[in-house]
C-alpha cells in the first residue's frame, strides 16, 4: 500500500506542478526561438532547415508588457504576422503610436495611427516588416525579448537600439 501512496502523491505533484508552470508560462513569460535572418546580427539562426536546432537561439519573452501595451523605442518584440495569425515574428519595434517616422529608402514620412507600431527587422535587405505591410496593431503583440538564453556562448541580455534621425513626435 505504501508504494501506491507514494506513486500516487507523486503523480499529483507533478501535474499540479505541470499546470502551474504552464499557466505561469502563457501568463507572464516564454521560450521562442528565431527563424530566418532577419534579426542577424542580433540573433542567429542556424542553417538546418527544422525549426529549434541547436544552432537557433532561443529568446526569453516577458509578457507584463501586454498589459497597458508598456513598449519603448528599440525594444525586440514577437508578434503574429497582419496577414497571417499562425506566423510568429521577431522584430525591432521603431515607432509607437503617434509618433512620426520616416520610411526607409523614401521621402515618405509617416504618422504611426493609434492602437499601431512600425516594426522592422535588423537585417533590412532580409526582413520582412512593417516596410511590407505598414504598422501593424498592439492586439497582435505578444511580449517583449529579454534575453538570449541559447546556446550558451550568447546567453545575454538583448539591448534597446533605435535608429537615429528616423523618429520624432512632432
Not at 100 to 122: F, N, T
Not at 127 to 151: A, E, K, M, N
Request: aromatic share 10%.
Amino acid at each position: 500500500m505504501g508504494t501506491w501512496n507514494f506513486l500516487s502523491l507523486l503523480t499529483k505533484n507533478t501535474i499540479t506542478s505541470a499546470l502551474i508552470g504552464v499557466t505561469i508560462s502563457d501568463l507572464y513569460t516564454s521560450i521562442t526561438h528565431v527563424k530566418g535572418a532577419s534579426m542577424h546580427p542580433t540573433f542567429h539562426s542556424g542553417t538546418n532547415s527544422f525549426p529549434g536546432s541547436l544552432t537557433d537561439d532561443l529568446l526569453l519573452v516577458e509578457k507584463f508588457c501586454l498589459r497597458d501595451y508598456k513598449f519603448s523605442h528599440g525594444d525586440v518584440i514577437i508578434f503574429r504576422s497582419p496577414n497571417n495569425h499562425k506566423e510568429t515574428f521577431v522584430k525591432r519595434l521603431i515607432a509607437l503610436p503617434g509618433d512620426w517616422i520616416q520610411i526607409p529608402d523614401s521621402y515618405e514620412i509617416l504618422k504611426i495611427p493609434e492602437g499601431r507600431c512600425w516594426v522592422e527587422g535588423d537585417n533590412s535587405a532580409n526582413s520582412l516588416d512593417s516596410r511590407y505591410f505598414g504598422p501593424i496593431p498592439l492586439g497582435l503583440i505578444q511580449g517583449r525579448v529579454t534575453h538570449v538564453i541559447w546556446p550558451p556562448n550568447r546567453v545575454g541580455k538583448v539591448e534597446r537600439r533605435i535608429p537615429a534621425g528616423r523618429i520624432s513626435n512632432y
